[in-house]
């Protein structure tokens, strides 16, 4: 269960080269004095690796942010010591795009602050684009509470 516990820091910015990504929610940063900074998605839930639409949902973070320059403002910290942020990858809004382009549902428990995400979500819906174009997806904290893996 995702959970924010600490800092509400909007004035941090971290800044680096994005070298992994977990899933469609989480990716790994690296600052040019090498520090590395494991980021989840601000008031976003990404389909998880084994879910159904996991892997396209990875791929597409992937596509969006993989081995390229990424500013991440910092919203807080998670219970798993993960920064929390709003990450832009080369200009591209990261959040926004996978939940527009249907690859991410707005995660309404952790959503204040990220309400504009809501009409993209409900647009990629009617669309039946992305996760979207399944009959009756799923969403991931559905999917983990069914499965009690200990997801993170």
Known sequence: MFSILA???????????VVSVAD?????VLTDDHQQFKIRLAGIDA?????AFGQVSKHQLSSLCFNKQAEVEVVATDKYHRTVGDVFC??????EEMVKG???????????GFEQFIPLEQAAQEAKIGLWADAQPTPPW???RANKRGFR
């Open 142 to 144: 559905q999917w983990r």
């Open 24 to 28: 469609g929610d989480t990716l790994t």
């Open 90 to 95: 080369e200009n591209a809004h990261a959040n």
């Open 47 to 51: 389909p998880e690796k084994a879910q």
């Open 7 to 17: 800092l509400h820091v909007s004035a941090e910015t971290i800044s680096g080269r």
């Open 102 to 112: 249907g690859y991410a549902w707005v995660y309404r428990q952790y959503s204040q």
